[in-house]
């Protein structure tokens, strides 16, 4: 396949990341392990999932703040659920996700209908989100369901100790099903033609608004998986649960090679981009004598060059449309 500036961030995340384990290697020996490894995902299932759906909705051209506060509100709504009102987890989990894509729903139609930037709409949502959350209760709610207990405890062996988790599995899940729905789908087409052009997609005959509206309820609806799966993680929900994590979300899909601008940018990229940010987070742990002032330096230094990689091949693509 002839290499194309629109593959040049991918390539970069991919070189960025094996360089980073490679010498995160090197400074712990137990790094470069099946463990460790098997952990990225396990550990940051809840980002992957959340950052499945900011994908598509990034490439479309949008954005989405309302993921880190939809997750809280998710994890309370099914802790609520199951602990207050003795709800089945199964039905607390698909009451959870009706929340999220219905609250996706209402904000990809805000964004269409009222032809709205989605950073103040979603921005709005966010700050809706997290109030409902505290509504819903102001404190942590433990989870003590012998089902949830036994789904937080189900994993797949792997060798040499390695296992994943459910979470994670959901997770691997989730990113092969956007895989399919981005690269082999007329939505997915759809999506990227939104993001390269929305007047021109709509000349196209296109269906603009309906792929929009669409996009932002899968956001919500992954967003609320993945408080879902964190609620897994911790067996428990918090309205102060996801604080920030709409921004990491965003730094790993970046990193991961996709244009803010839209209409360039692969999911795989994204994968890339989640496990760069837990090895970090992995590497901080194993040393022990850093702080997590760290872990935001470090997303925070690389999202910086990876924009303006972006914006020097943005560049680099429009001198070489106009020769």
Known sequence: ?????????????????????ATFSLMFPHFLSVRVIADL???NAHVGVIAVGLTLVILSGGID??????????????AVLIERFHWPPLLAALAALGVGAGFGAGQGLIVQAGQLPPFLVTLAGMFLMRGLAFAVTPAS??????????????????????????????????????????????FGRNVYA??????????????????????????????????????????????LNGGGLELDAIAAVVIGGTLL?????????????????????????FHGGLNSAWQRIAIGGLLLAFILLQRFLTRASARMRAD
């Open 41 to 43: 995902f396990n550990n």
């Open 194 to 239: 939104l993001g390269g052009n929305a007047q021109s997609a709509a000349l196209m005959g296109l269906p603009v608004g309906r792929t929009r509206i669409l996009l932002y309820t899968l956001s919500g609806a992954m967003a609320a998986l993945g408080g879902i799966v964190f609620a897994l993680l911790t067996q428990s929900g918090n309205p």
């Open 65 to 78: 703040l309302s993921v880190g506060s939809m997750l809280a509100l998710s994890t309370v709504v099914v």
């Open 261 to 285: 601008t839209g209409g360039t940018g692969y999911l795989a990229g994204t994968l890339m981009g989640i496990l760069i940010y837990g090895m970090i987070l992995t590497a901080l742990d």
């Open 1 to 21: 396949m002839k290499l194309r500036p629109q593959h040049l961030p991918m390539l970069a995340t991919g070189l960025v990341m094996v360089a980073l384990f």
């Open 141 to 186: 709610v433990a989870i003590q369901h012998p089902t949830v207990q036994h789904l937080a405890g189900l994993a797949l062996p792997l060798p040499a100790g390695g296992r994943l988790t459910l979470a994670a599995l959901m997770f691997i899940a989730v990113m092969a099903a956007g895989l399919l729905v981005a690269h082999f789908s007329r």
